[in-house]
Nanobody, 124 residues
Framework: QVQLVESGGGLVQAGGSLRLSCAAS????????MGWYRQAPGKQRELVAA???????NYVDSVKGRFTISRDNAKNTVYLQMNSLKPEDTAVYYC??????????????????WGQGTQVTVSS
């Protein structure tokens, strides 16, 4: 069974910084794309940033220049460095990973897995 465990959320003043981490565990064969999504109250979940296994990244326009996504493939971990935070960044942030995993019987399967979410609150 694959799990994504997030950490690093919290309360910060506008202009401050936070760093989110998300570690994947389980019978991992390979993890391809990883990303961070967020969902604010009353709004749809949106992609914030994504990174391929080769390190290519993309960001939603509203965070370009402020957020940086990175990953450590050896640790199956993805990070989101968030600088110059704004109140409109307040949301629950979810980690997402697309990977190939191995069952106890030795067969392989692919799955897109979500983390449990971590709250980020930016006060004005």
């Amino acid at each position: 069974q694959v799990q994504l465990v997030e950490s690093g959320g919290g309360l910060v003043q506008a202009g401050g910084s936070l760093r989110l981490s998300c570690a994947a565990s389980g019978s991992i064969v390979t993890i391809n794309d990883m990303g961070w999504y967020r969902q604010a109250p009353g709004k749809q979940r949106e992609l914030v940033a994504a990174i391929t296994s080769g390190g290519s990244t993309n960001y939603v326009d509203s965070v370009k220049g402020r957020f940086t996504i990175s990953r450590d493939n050896a640790k199956n971990t993805v990070y989101l460095q968030m600088n110059s935070l704004k109140p409109e960044d307040t949301a629950v942030y979810y980690c997402n990973a697309d990977g190939t995993y191995r069952t106890s019987s030795g067969t392989y399967y692919t799955r897109r897995t979500w983390g449990q979410g971590t709250q980020v609150t930016v006060s004005s």
